[in-house]
């Protein structure tokens, strides 16, 4: 199989609808945004014992994890009109590569990262980079050389091949050299290293990633604090999300749980530090 899932699970009606109403994502877009203050977490940061240097972008990839492990409906995959719950939650980190045609969009696949702490996310993240700057990421190069060769209007055909087989009937490619479920459950993309304050990225039909993230450039912001307008250094997230999938009330919730991690990291060690996630982190 290309994507390890469950047994399909039972939908709403609501959700019947939505499935009925789009196809997979072409523009069943659902945005929203958030200002979080980030002095709190980038001294988490800095306070950590790591080999490798840690960033807001590993910061964040954990804590959407946990957002997922506890709003499962954005964990999902759909496919033939069913929602199917995916085995394991894995992130799509994309990376800016400078090359002789120009800066180019690529990225690395960070497997069950629920499992992994914040500098474990950020050692394979150097390591996975460090592939893919050098051209040995096999996989990416594999798929490099296609997408090299191939015409746009051929290459429009090619893709809708590998997605019929590929996420449609869920086959695993590998042995034709496409690699597995290459997306993941969620893209995180950081914008900020583009100069972006802010952003809101749209959906890949091809990806079937239902989730994208973008994390914005940290700024100084007026923010209002115990009735007081006081300058304060905050950092934008936007995500994006199939509305087939999940609706406005899970992102909120998803955004209030990523308020209560920037606001006070140190007070969620079952996130950061790879332990038990058996559902009992602090509210």
């Known amino acids: 199989m290309n994507i390890d899932v469950g047994a399909p699970e039972n939908l709403t009606s609501y959700r019947k609808i939505a499935i009925a109403s789009w196809r997979h994502p072409r523009d069943p877009s659902t945005y929203s945004w958030r200002d979080f203050p980030v002095g709190a977490a980038e001294k988490f940061i800095e306070s950590r014992d790591s080999e490798t240097p840690l960033t807001l972008t590993h910061f964040l990839a954990l804590a959407l994890a946990d957002c997922f492990r506890r709003q499962p409906e954005f964990d999902r995959f759909l496919r033939l009109g069913k929602i199917y719950p995916r085995k394991s939650t ?51 190069a594999s798929v490099q050389r296609k997408i090299d060769i191939l015409p746009v209007w051929l290459l429009k055909i090619v893709f ?17 050299g496409i690699p597995r479920d290459r997306f993941g459950s969620f893209i995180l993309s950081n914008i900020g290293a583009l100069g972006l304050e802010r952003g809101l990225i749209p959906l890949s039909p091809y990806s079937r990633c239902p989730v994208i993230v973008g994390l914005g450039k940290p700024r100084e912001a007026a923010v209002v604090r115990n009735g007081e307008v006081k300058a304060e250094r905050v950092v934008n997230v936007s995500m994006t999300f199939d509305h087939r999938i999940a609706d406005g009330a899970q992102g909120a919730l998803v955004l209030r749980r990523l308020e209560k991690i920037f606001a006070r990291p140190e007070g969620f060690p079952e996130v950061f530090d790879a332990l038990e996630k058996n559902g009992g982190a602090p509210d």
């Open 160 to 176: 809708g091949i590998q997605e019929f087989f590929g996420y449609t009937l869920n086959w695993n490619l590998e042995k034709l």
């Open 90 to 140: 894995d992130a799509f980190i994309t990376t800016l590569l400078r090359g002789k045609k120009g800066k180019d969009l690529t990225g690395f696949v960070l497997r069950d990262i629920n499992s992994m702490s914040l500098e474990e996310v950020a050692a394979q993240s150097a390591g996975e980079t460090e592939k893919l700057r050098k051209g040995e990421d096999e996989e990416m």
